[in-house]
């Protein structure tokens, strides 16, 4: 142990980060021992790179960015829906298709102590959010004679916790068999001075690496693999808190079939000009997705001759992938983003450091970066009441009490 000192030492000398051992003496030989390991998978030249560019924001010109191509699913013609359906079923029944639920984050903005996915919504039969989906992909399953893939993306957070709830619940009578799970990968957080950060343990703070981890986790955790070993060419990925989610919907696969595209995505148009969502563009020719921070007020207002906003197609984290396009991303680094976020941590000193307001950064990946890999995709407009209805906020906009209405609403149409 004393050569790894030695060299953690060398390491956090040359990247100014030796705070991380000013509590070493007071830790356990096993915690000791932890720390050094984890200080060694620590790579701090990116990390210091993102911490020199945090408040970096991509500044798009017009010239650059152009709006992409949609086709509403209500407008469609009867033969091409038909069509489309024809080409997706087909891919359904031959066991070619498999669910990914991203589902690494706990409830806590929804005061839940837990992962999000057991939340309970408030409706009469008070099931959770994972059993909601688990009915979704259960009934398609009947409806095409399949079972089709599950593999859930946690996080180190909420692993533990998700699986026991699943075991408990015997899988909502899911077959075990065709449920899988992984983590998403982990990032160091860092103060506002640069410095890497400690839990209250005396480790190292890791965040989780955002959506855009998906791709490496799948990976590094050989779920593509068992993706191909099991024949699968398309996988939906979704967030776990959309309670209207169609994660098996033959129309968006036989759109991509048709058009001859890697992916494709679901979009709602925008409830109006400023609302604060993504939205679906061309830029520099590639599939895109501009946030709503980094999208200049005239652009956020510009009207299409249909007077129609022009940028109008919410990215709703409903996107189909070919397994080609996975592997391909899989195997490159999508840009970080940095969040300003408040954090309790281990200060050099050993105390416990609350953060009352926002005082250190992780570095999130978004999974719509992968777009830029792809020379097109083909975007399907879908109504937000019949396929829209996030759990993100306590009260408001996006809260259990809009999903809930939401879900009743379409389930009383059915």
């Known amino acids: 142990m004393k050569e790894k000192l030695e060299a953690v030492e060398a390491v956090l000398k040359k990247y100014d980060q030796e705070q991380l051992l000013a509590n070493y003496e007071k830790l356990s030989e096993e915690q000791k021992e932890r720390l050094l390991d984890e200080i060694l998978t620590i790579d701090f030249n990116q990390i210091s790179k993102l911490y020199a560019n945090r408040n970096m924001k991509q500044v798009y010109s017009e010239s650059e960015i152009k709006p992409i191509p949609y086709v509403e699913k209500d407008k469609m013609s009867k033969e091409e829906k038909e069509k489309y359906d024809e080409l997706g079923i087909k891919t359904i029944k031959a066991g070619k298709l498999a669910v990914v639920t991203m589902a690494g984050g706990q409830g806590t903005r929804l005061g839940h102590n837990g992962p999000k996915g057991t939340f309970d919504i408030g409706l009469e039969s008070h099931k ?168 200049s007020k005239e652009m956020v207002e510009e009207k299409d001759e249909n007077g129609q906003l022009k940028y109008g197609e919410s990215q709703t984290n409903c996107n189909l992938f070919n397994m080609q396009a996975i592997e391909r991303v899989s195997e490159k680094h999508l840009p970080y983003h940095s969040a300003h976020k408040k954090a ?37 407009r879908v109504k937000r009441e019949e396929e829209f209805a996030p759990v993100k906020n306590a009260e408001g906009v996006d809260s259990p009490e809009t999903a809930r209405k939401l879900y009743q609403d379409f389930w009383k149409t059915k």
């Open 344 to 380: 309790t941590y281990m200060n050099a000193k050993g105390e416990i450091i609350k953060g009352t307001e926002p005082n250190a950064y992780k570095f999130e990946a978004f999974f719509f970066d992968a777009f830029d890999s792809l020379d097109d995709m083909a975007i399907m």
């Open 128 to 295: 959770s959010i994972f059993e909601i989906l688990c009915d979704t992909l259960k009934s398609a399953n009947e409806k095409y004679g399949v079972v089709i893939p599950w593999y859930i993306m946690t996080s180190k957070e909420n692993n533990k916790d998700t699986v026991n709830f699943f075991e408990k619940n015997k899988y909502f009578g899911y077959p075990k068999g065709y449920i899988q799970f992984f983590k998403q990968g982990e990032l160091p957080m860092v103060g506002e001075d640069g410095k890497v950060l400690l839990d209250e343990e005396g480790m190292i703070k890791l965040a989780a690496d955002g959506h855009g981890g998906v791709f490496s986790s799948m990976l590094k955790d050989g779920i593509i693999y068992d993706m191909k070993a099991r024949g699968i060419e398309w996988v939906f990925i979704g967030a776990v808190d959309n309670v209207l989610v169609k994660m098996v919907d033959p129309t968006l696969i036989g759109l991509a079939e048709s058009k001859g595209v890697l992916a494709a995505g679901k979009s709602v148009v925008k409830a109006g000009p400023h609302e604060k969502v993504g939205v679906y563009c061309k830029r520099n020719g590639k599939p895109s997705v501009i946030e709503y921070s980094e999208i």
